[in-house]
């Protein structure tokens, strides 16, 4: 965590989702510390749109793909009866929208992701997103860090949530 | 997607973000490749009067849940014993009035018997609730005697389990309704001649606590019952502490000099029809094995275990109360006033006109309301079971709102309604008819255990299998008892099964033959359509909605005609002109009709076409494409479309014919531009 442990219940968490492994992680555990407190929770999805784009430009792959997630992370919800909103974002900066989205939001606590790369003897790169967000997030920030794998373990790349290609909306 | 994104500023001027809309999200989740599912907001009602009947809906019977929803609405022990043990508990309150009601005919000194026989009908309590304990475990999905049955032995034998139960079931309602309501009279009198009345409100208001849900009726009768089994259990604990240390009982009744002994001249018989009595105690009993998946997991342990309970609650509180009554020489008065028994042992333990003893009536009373609650769950879900296996309606098997059996518990409200009406809500006239159907179902049932065990052989199938045959030898026995007991009302029971066998077995065979046309052959692949096709547009004029008609009915197939059914020759000849000049290129075929019909003319213009087809050719398929008109509001719509309405019903099921409604809406009207003149 970022800040020192805060007594009080979070109301509202954001959930940085992307696609990837730890999605599943992160969406249990919001749950989990939604649960208690009938917390509210939104996941959101950033879509990053480079600089060759309008930023307000159809991404109608990646938004597919992108619902997809939302949706999926709200089927685990409904698993826990907690409640959950998806949020489809695209912004050039993942961070920065996502940090944005929360103040806007007005979120006690952003939980994010972080993968477990193999490649290179296996390792934790925390990349810019994280550490922005670290830095700059109002509220608590929660890592979940997917579990390293015991040796010798490969990590299987279909297991991830995305599943946009047979949304039956193209 | 929605191309409409508004930008959202972050803290810094580069940091913007659009946030895009997502069109399915409102109504549907994704859920993997081409799979979503809907969201509660699909199902809502779209019209103003469909969401004020949602909003009626929702304050009677609570929201809409979801299948997901239904582990939650699955029962705890404690809420399952008041939900399923309702009735059998209620009967300890006239089980031992039953008894004494037979045996006080052969005098004072037969009294006495009536403790032994409620020892001998609790011990056959006993035979037959290990029985069901052992039919949870061999069938822990539910069903009971009827699920037994159907895989143990030949397919009738089912059949009569279930139309034994399902009149059972709404002899319960009927019984402990009426009964309830004679409690309710015995204190206010004035309420005689509103008791059918009275029965028909507290079975509508059961009714409607079902259909709220199970766990919801589960709050709703847990209470009454747990306060009517701990009142009974203390009134039992204060007696025989009473009896035996306080040594208070009324004297043995003293036979009159010179009297016969009217229990040797009796005897056997009188032994029977009271033992034959008392076992209206043992209906409701099977309600457990018959809703097991409604209990939590693990669902066969907690039923078992609950009909334990149950089977020891009530075996201890209808010996209890028939060891007071019968210690403290208290025998049912019907004049000057109606004393039940149980009212006169509660007076006696509680002391009379006390607050505790016009609490325990009130409880009293309300568990024989409840009592119905069993029929309630256990009805719907056979019900359910039989419409699964093709014997009942299908409708049966669906479940509301509320995950209840709507059908089921509807049907077992009316059916009990129309028995209490016919009755006139007299209890009396109704028990001959009761608990007959029960013992079939016990028996049937057990016979059906002990093939299963001779057939699978498991472990201790020796024990299980010596168990079920001794539960089947004597439930039979007590069915030939009671029906002999309580005729010749009683053999009504014996005509109404066979109808209702003869009804399943009808819909069974309807379902049945509709299932064998239907059916494909699992390999067989499926060519593209070789039938020809030709559409037929009935038109009464021109106008937007027909030529709206006419534009889809081009989308169809090429082969097209417009078909105008006239009585005014000048008027279709106008028509003809004024067709021929705005559509050309889809003729129009005038049928004049000088008797002013619109479907006769219609229908043989169709059966001529069919005529006229080469006889070397496959029949084509007709498609007949109907104008409709819709006005905006559901007033409006009873003016408008009343000739489409008797050529459609008119249409339906004729063969090789599709009917094709092409709705044409108010609102598009006022939109669309006009057509292009010249």
Excluded at chain 1, 136 to 157: H, K, L, T, Y
Excluded at chain 2, 151 to 169: E, Q, R, S, T, W
Excluded at chain 2, 413 to 438: D, E, Q
């Amino acid at each position: 965590m970022a800040e020192g442990a805060n007594p009080n219940p979070i109301r509202k968490a954001v959930l940085g989702l992307n696609g990837g492994p730890t999605d599943e992680l992160v969406v249990n555990l919001g749950c989990q510390l939604a649960k208690p407190n009938a917390a509210e929770l939104v996941a959101v999805h950033v879509i990053e749109v480079d600089w060759q784009h309008e930023l307000s430009e159809e991404m109608t792959d990646e938004n597919l793909a992108a619902s997809a997630v939302l949706d999926l992370a709200e089927g685990i919800a409904e698993r826990y009866k907690v409640k959950l909103s998806g949020d489809l974002l695209q912004a050039r900066e993942v961070a920065a929208a996502l940090v944005d989205e929360a103040i806007e939001l007005g979120a006690d606590v952003i939980i994010v992701g972080l993968p477990y790369r193999k490649r290179f003897g296996g390792d934790f790169a925390l990349g810019t997103t994280i550490p922005y967000i670290l830095q700059n997030a109002p509220c608590q920030v929660i890592v979940a860090r997917e579990p390293v794998p015991a040796a010798g373990e490969r990590r299987d790349s279909t297991d991830k949530l995305t599943a946009g290609s047979g949304l039956g909306l193209r | 997607m929605s191309s409409e994104k508004p930008w959202l500023h972050g803290r810094k001027p580069g940091d913007r973000r659009v946030r895009v809309e997502r069109p399915h999200a409102e109504f549907f989740r994704y859920a993997g490749p081409g799979q979503f599912v809907a969201r509660e907001a699909a199902s809502e009602p779209r019209t103003a009067a469909g969401r004020a009947i949602e909003r009626v809906r929702h304050a009677m019977f609570g929201r809409r849940l979801s299948i997901y929803e239904e582990m939650g609405e699955r029962l705890s022990k404690k809420k399952a014993l008041a939900i399923f043990s309702s009735d059998a508990i209620s009967s300890s309150a006239y089980a031992t009035e039953e008894i004494l009601r037979v045996l006080v005919l052969a005098g004072a000194g037969a009294l006495l018997l009536s403790l032994p026989i409620a020892i001998g009908i609790a011990l056959l309590l006993g035979v037959v609730s290990i029985s069901y304990r052992q039919e949870i475990n061999a069938y822990p999905s539910g069903g009971g005697d009827y699920a037994v049955a159907r895989a143990n032995l030949p397919g009738i034998f089912a059949l009569v389990v279930a139309g034994a139960l399902l009149v059972d079931y709404v002899m319960t309602v009927a019984v402990s309704t009426s009964s309830a309501v004679e409690q309710v009279i015995s204190a206010l009198p004035g309420l005689i001649d509103i008791r059918v009345e009275i029965a028909i409100v507290a079975i509508v208001l059961i009714m409607l606590g079902n259909l709220r849900g199970l766990r919801e009726s589960g709050n709703i009768f847990a209470i009454p019952t747990y306060i009517f089994a701990f009142g009974t259990l203390a009134i039992i604990v204060l007696g025989v502490f009473r009896i035996v240390a306080l040594g208070e009982h009324a004297p043995p009744p003293e036979p009159l000099p010179g009297a016969p002994d009217t229990l040797q001249l009796v005897g056997f018989v009188l032994i029977i029809k009271a033992f034959a009595s008392g076992s209206v105690a043992l209906t409701g009993t099977e309600a457990i094995a018959n809703g097991v998946p409604a209990f939590k997991p693990p669902e066969p342990r907690n039923a078992a275990n609950t009909l334990l309970v149950m089977a020891i609650l009530l075996g201890v509180l209808f010996v209890g109360i028939t060891f007071v009554a019968d210690s403290f020489g208290i025998v049912p008065v019907d004049a000057p006033a109606v004393k039940t028994v149980i009212s006169q042992v509660a007076a006696k333990i509680y002391g009379d006109n006390t607050i505790l003893f016009y609490l325990y009536q009130t409880f009293t009373a309300l568990i024989l309301f409840l009592a119905a609650n069993t029929s309630f769950n256990a009805f719907p879900r056979l019900a359910a079971i039989l419409a699964r296996d093709g014997f009942m309606p299908r409708v049966f098997s669906f479940r509301g709102d509320r995950l209840a059996f709507t059908s089921g518990i509807v049907i077992l409200s009316i059916a009990a309604i129309v028995l209490i009406v016919a009755f006139g809500g007299i209890t009396t006239a109704l028990i001959p008819l009761y608990a007959v159907g029960v013992f079939i179902a016990f028996t049937i049932g057990q016979v059906g255990l002990v093939r299963h065990w001779l057939s699978e052989r498991s472990a201790g199938w020796r024990k299980k299998l010596t168990i079920n045959a001794f539960g089947a030898l004597l439930t039979g026995v007590v069915f030939l008892v009671v029906l002999a007991a309580k005729a010749p009302t009683s053999l009504l029971v014996a005509v109404i099964i066979p109808i209702l066998i003869l009804l399943m077995l009808f819909i069974h065979r309807q379902y049945q033959a509709s299932a064998d046309h239907l059916a494909m052959s699992d390999d067989a692949v499926i060519p593209p359509p070789r039938r020809e096709e030709r559409v037929i547009v009935p038109v009464p004029t021109i106008n937007r909605a027909v030529v709206q008609a006419v534009n889809v009915a081009r989308s169809i197939a090429p082969d097209i005609r417009a078909v105008l059914i006239s009585d005014d020759p000048e008027e279709a000849a106008r028509m003809r002109e004024r067709w021929e000049r705005q559509l050309p290129l889809v003729p129009l075929v005038i049928v004049e009709s000088p008797y002013r019909a619109l479907v006769g003319p219609m229908l043989a213009y169709l059966d001529v076409l069919d005529r006229t087809w080469p006889d070397d050719k496959e029949d084509p398929i007709t498609f007949v494409v109907i104008p409709e008109y819709v006005a905006r509001h559901w007033w409006e719509r009873i003016l408008y479309n009343q000739s489409a309405d008797r050529l459609r019903s008119a249409l339906l099921g004729r063969p090789h014919t599709v009917v094709v409604n092409v709705p044409y809406r108010r609102e598009v009207e006022e939109r669309a531009p006009e057509p292009p003149r010249g």
